[in-house]
Each structure stands twice: as C-alpha cells, then as structure tokens.
C-alpha cells in the first residue's frame, strides 16, 4: 500500500485528494485553525510520500535547508513586507477622513440618480488599499444616509459598494490573496495590477452595476433608525477635522501602483544594467513603492494635519494585529505547496491535465471554489490552490502574463458563492440589516456573478496572451 501511494500515479492522484479532504475536515468539523491544519496535512502528506524526515524537517544542528524553513521562508520572505505596509497604507487612508471626500466628490459628480454608480466606484477605488471588512465599516455609514435620502432600498446602495471592495481584495495588490498567489507561483505585482484591472472591472460592472440594479428593485430593506443615528455620530465626530484633498487621497493611492508599473515594464523595455534601468526596478520593487506611499501617507495625511506620534503608533499597532494570522496562513501554505512538489504529486498532476486535455487554468479555479464554498475563507481557498497547482505549473512554459491570469482564476474561484461558513456574509448582514435569506438572494449571488465573471474574462484573455 505505501508503495502504491508512494510510486504509481493512482497512489500520488489518491494522496492528493485524500489530503485536501482532511485538510477540509479538519477546518470545518473540527475546528482546527487553518494554518494548523496545512502545517499538520502537509506533514503527514510528506511522511506517507517517503520524504525523508532530514529533508522535510532538517536536523538539530541545521534545519534552513528543510523544506518547513524553505517553504515558509520563501513565501513570507516576499509577501510579508507588501501586506503589513499596505494594512498600514489603508489605516491612515481610512483615519483620515480620506473615504468621506471621496465619496462626496463621486456623489456631486454622479448625482442622486446615479448615487449606486458612485457609491460602487468608491468601493472600487478605496477598496485597493483597505481590507474589505474595514472598508464596510468606514464606507457604511455614507451609504445609510445615500439610501434614506433616496427612500429607496439599502440593496441598491449596499451591493454596489460590496461589489466594488470585493473585487480589488481579491484580484489587487497589495491584498494578502493575490500576494501571496503571486508570490506561491512566482508572477511578478505589475502583471498582477494588470490583470487584476482587467478582470476586477468587468466582474465589477455586471456584478455591482447590472445585477445590483437589479437586485435592488425586488428586495426592499429601509434603513433601520439606529444604524441612521450611528452614522450621523460619526458624520459629528469627523465635522472639527478638515479632510484631505480629493487630489491627496487618489495621489497616495496611486503612487504605490504606479511605482510598481513603472518598475515591471521598465525591466521589459530598458536595457539591464542602465542607470534608468536600476532607478526602475529598485522604486518599482513592491515593498519600496509601498514604503514611500505610506511615509508620504503618514506625513501628509497624519502629522501634518495634526496627529500626534502617539496617534500615529496606536493605529499603527492596531492595524497590524489582524496581519499575524494572514501569514501563517500563507507561510503554511507555502510549506504545503513545497511538499506537494517534493513528492512528485505536482509533476504527476501535470502529467494527467496534458493526457485528458483540461486547462491549468480551469482546474485552478474548479479547485479554488471548491475549497471556498467548503470552507468560507478566501485567503486559505487561494493559498491551498496555488500550493497545488504551482508544482503543476512548473514544468510549463507560462509567461509572467499567463501565470497572473492563474493567479486571477485562483482568485475568482475564492469568492464564488459566500455562504454562513464566510465571515464576510455575517458582516453583510449585520452592516446592512439583511436577513440570512436577503443576504442569501443579493450579497451569495453577487459573489458568484464576481466569480464567474472574473474567470470568464480571465480565461479569455489567456487565449490571447
């Protein structure tokens, strides 16, 4: 029996969906955190596979070689940095009032007709630098006050704004999903912007326009008073402070992506070794282009209008504290990919998708939902399809565009259909006072639209590139 799991086809095939199922059941049955449940599985995998325990674990005197080390080193190595400096980014975005003028300025220019198009493209824009659930806490509170003025339902100004926030957490950097799909599959950020602008707008214009349009006029849920009340204390808390200018605020975002751009075509298009060349890669490098936004963020948009070293620091460290969890997740991800790829489960993988002819590309995303819709947690659905499909990937001749078009197939598959297993769905109901079955009608079916929009349109485009 080892010897069949750990040499034939049929025995690698087995292994691999034999440890995803555990994998399954121990985050959903019994509870077990995900990043024990990966380092746990993968452990277990390597053993079963006859990798030897120097090589999977190292030894006493030396253990930067094993494959535990090398693979979460290798992944937290690269992301780490890029995540922690844009959580930072999106707090002092956030605390500065900086969403408030942005969704003012959207709302005079749109007007009140087309109130649910600005609210969804302020969504959209602020949702690149902050986390989605803090982008429902800062942003619900202004879609509250849009819908009582119109009298209409809070769907037709909630699932735009949702649409827009979900989109950007899951296709752009610097959001913990696509860098660490990135960086699992080895796609350098500026193809990953790229592609995440292409995919995200579509998906969010059928998603967060059409269907929300839609959606809006057949279930009808006012504004509950408190959550009214709410909002005008936090409109009062914010009335002493003078906000940042529209200019700022845009500038700041998107220094950081530009830089990253700059970087990615200049070593496509300068000659290597060029002064031009250098300046390029070195302010293009993610963690550079992120670190210069957020001093430029705290200066600008913190101490020079007033807040103090104190302040700064306090929501420094408050915002950081979510980030831990992320990368364990990710560094365990890391380490459950490098295992895959040692046992020869990714070559065997490869071998059977080029015998019956299935693209990379579907079984990315067919396996990315699956994980999703079992487990409720986008980030865990990302990093556990990547860690599958990267050894698969490697033997393949895929280009840098090619490979973040996986990546943006790995990550419409991590939204479809978010259910009572997703944090997300419970604070969509809370925020906008959705029952389980509203919530099920407007904010499940949202994400599915999301989903499959985004890997139509990046299926697509990969029969191009």
């Not at 630098?129 to 800062?138: E, K």
């Not at 009062?236 to 975002?253: A, K, Q, T």
Request: hydrophobic letters at 55%.
């Amino acid at each position: 029996m080892i010897d069949w799991l750990q040499h034939s086809t049929g025995g690698l095939l087995t292994l691999a969906v034999v440890s995803i199922a555990v994998l399954l059941l121990l985050i959903i049955k019994f509870k077990v955190e995900p990043f024990i449940a990966l380092i746990v599985v993968a452990l277990l995998v390597a053993l079963l596979a006859g990798v030897p325990v120097d090589q999977l674990v190292g030894s006493a005197q030396k253990a930067s070689d094993s494959l535990l080390e090398k693979g979460f080193g290798s992944i937290l190595g690269h992301i780490a940095a890029i995540i922690g400096l844009g959580t930072l980014l999106g707090a002092i975005l956030e605390a500065s009032g900086g969403a408030q003028v942005l969704m003012d300025k959207l709302m005079t220019a749109f007007g009140e007709k087309r109130a649910p198009v600005a609210i969804g493209l302020a969504g959209l824009i602020f949702g690149v630098p902050v986390f989605f659930d803090i982008g429902i806490f800062v942003l619900a509170p202004l879609v509250y006050v849009a819908a009582k003025r119109s009298g209409k339902s809070i769907v037709l100004f909630s699932m735009p704004l949702l649409a827009g926030l979900s989109v950007m957490h899951a296709f752009m950097p610097p959001h913990p999903g696509p860098v660490a799909a990135a960086g699992l599959l080895g796609v350098s950020l500026g193809w990953i912007i790229i592609m995440g602008v292409a995919v995200a707008l579509p998906s969010w214009f059928v998603g967060g326009v059409l269907y929300s349009y839609w959606i809006g006029k057949r279930i009808t849920v006012p504004v509950p008073e408190e959550m009214l009340a709410a909002a005008e204390a936090a409109r009062e808390d914010n009335g002493d402070r003078e906000p940042p200018s529209l200019g700022l605020v845009l500038s700041i975002i998107g220094l950081p992506l530009v830089l990253i751009l700059a970087g990615t075509f200049g070593s496509i298009l300068l000659t290597k070794g060029t002064r031009l060349y250098s300046v390029a890669t070195f302010f293009g490098t993610p963690a550079v282009a992120l670190t210069i936004s957020v001093l430029l963020a705290f200066w600008l948009l913190g101490f020079r209008r007033g807040m103090t070293r104190e302040k700064v620091a306090e929501l420094s460290a408050a915002s950081l504290k979510p980030v831990a969890m992320i990368l364990l997740v990710v560094g365990a991800g890391g380490f459950f990919g490098a295992v895959l790829a040692a046992t020869g489960i990714g070559k065997t993988l490869a071998s059977e998708l080029s015998g019956i002819g299935l693209p990379v590309i579907a079984l990315a995303y067919v396996i990315s939902c699956v994980i999703r819709i079992a487990q409720g947690s986008a980030t865990v659905a990302i990093v556990t399809t990547a860690g599958i499909v990267a050894p698969v990937l490697g033997d393949l001749d895929y280009s840098q565009p090619q490979l973040a078009l996986v990546v943006m197939a790995i990550a419409s598959g991590s939204i479809i259909a978010s259910h009572v297993n997703d944090g997300g769905f419970w604070i969509v109901s809370r925020y906008f006072g959705l029952s389980v079955k509203e919530t099920l009608q407007s904010w499940t079916v949202l994400e599915t639209i999301l989903s499959v929009v985004g890997f139509v349109v990046a299926a697509a485009l990969s029969l191009v590139v």
